[in-house]
């Protein structure tokens, strides 16, 4: 069964809105999450690591106001869009660490 | 730093036909190597993964690698594809066992026809 939820799947938001995507761990308690980002036709980006209880930690070019990360319980953190515009259009993914990584079906965002 | 390159990024390929997705790493230090999939709609699963040990591994569902630390390759293989191993395959690295701060390939799509 997953590992890892993610919600929602697919959002699409006008430009200059806020937008909320949860990343719940559902088999055990993560003091770490990772963040990513997939573009089309190309990797997976590390934006930041989620700790709970303390603040997430952003990977170099990542403004940490765009995108605001809360990780207030073992079992969820949350990514926060802020003020959205259409380049911020993009498939988000969270993880959790047990041993392994372990991947989040992810979020389509689509901002008009 | 560390890198990876997936020069392929689509492989088409006949049902029951043998495949090769090709991954070449960069980095200074030793790394650890992994492969994911992604099936259509679904987050990265783990298909299989080199620590230490035996250069070659290999996933319960017939893929498997090879660790070849002097061509810095990580090539995945599979002797017959299946129409369900229709995916999107990455190549990932890490400094670390427990797979912190993966460094992620851009993909390979794999294709199979019937």
């Known amino acids: 069964g997953a590992v890892v939820s993610q919600h929602p799947s697919r959002v699409i938001c006008k430009s200059g809105t806020s937008v909320k995507i949860e990343c719940r761990s559902l088999?055990?308690?993560?003091?770490?999450m990772f963040w990513y980002r997939q573009f089309p036709k190309k990797s997976l980006m590390l934006m930041a690591t989620?700790?709970?209880?303390?603040?997430?930690?952003?990977e170099q070019g990542v403004e940490k106001d765009k995108f605001l990360i809360n990780h207030a319980s073992l079992t969820l953190s949350t990514l926060t869009v802020t003020s959205a515009h259409p380049e911020d259009s993009s498939f988000y993914i969270c993880?959790?660490?047990?041993?392994?990584?372990?991947f989040g079906p992810g979020t389509r965002l689509l901002v008009l | 730093a560390q890198s990876v390159t997936q020069l392929d990024s689509q492989v088409p390929v006949f049902e029951e036909a043998p495949v090769e997705l090709r991954c070449n790493y960069s980095?200074?230090?030793?790394?650890?190597l992994f492969w994911y999939v992604q099936y259509p709609n679904q987050g990265l699963q783990l298909l299989l993964k080199?620590?230490?040990?035996?250069?070659l591994v290999e996933s319960i569902n017939g893929f498997e690698a090879e660790f070849n630390k002097s061509q810095t390759s990580f090539h995945l293989r599979k002797p017959s594809v299946h129409i369900s191993d229709t995916a999107e395959y990455f190549c990932?690295?890490?400094?670390?066992?427990?797979?912190?701060?993966?460094?992620f390939g851009t993909g390979t799509r794999l294709q199979v026809f019937p």
């Open positions: 989620s700790n709970e209880g303390s603040k997430a930690t952003y």
């Open positions: 993880s959790v660490v047990w041993g392994t990584q372990y």
């Open positions: 990932a690295v890490s400094v670390t066992r427990n797979t912190d701060k993966l460094i």
């Open positions: 980095s200074s230090v030793s790394v650890y």
């Open positions: 080199y620590l230490s040990g035996s250069t």
């Open positions: 088999d055990f308690q993560a003091t770490t």
